[in-house]
């Protein structure tokens, strides 16, 4: 049986190695600042950190996949939730007193 991959299933493959990667060296990092022996690896392995932090930010924003919604449109990409836009705002004067009421039009995004 032949199955059939998508380019966007090829690309989260080449992330997997650097967040395996980074996270592997994150859990052996807090491994090592608990054993008071291994001090000095645990410093070396701080001055490494960002390195592997700039690394995995450069492979996710070089082979990621982009979303095609925008912050205006979805507010969290990982939810359908669509994001509530205030159209407009009708300032209406209270008779009798100094106070004003507000009344707010909310609508859903229709990109």
Do not use: C
């Amino acid at each position: 049986m032949v199955e059939i991959v998508s380019d966007q299933t090829l690309r989260m493959e080449k992330l997997k190695a650097p967040i395996y990667f980074s996270t592997l060296f994150l859990v052996i990092y807090v491994i090592m600042t608990r054993i008071e022996s291994t001090a000095s690896i645990s410093m070396v392995m701080f001055g490494l950190s960002p390195l592997v932090v700039l690394w995995l930010a450069y492979k996710i924003l070089k082979d990621g996949t982009p979303s095609g919604n925008t912050f205006n449109r979805k507010f969290y990409d990982d939810h359908d939730y669509e994001r509530v836009q205030v159209k407009e705002l009708e300032i209406i004067p209270s008779k009798g007193s100094m106070k004003t009421e507000s009344k707010l039009t909310a609508t859903r995004n229709q990109e």
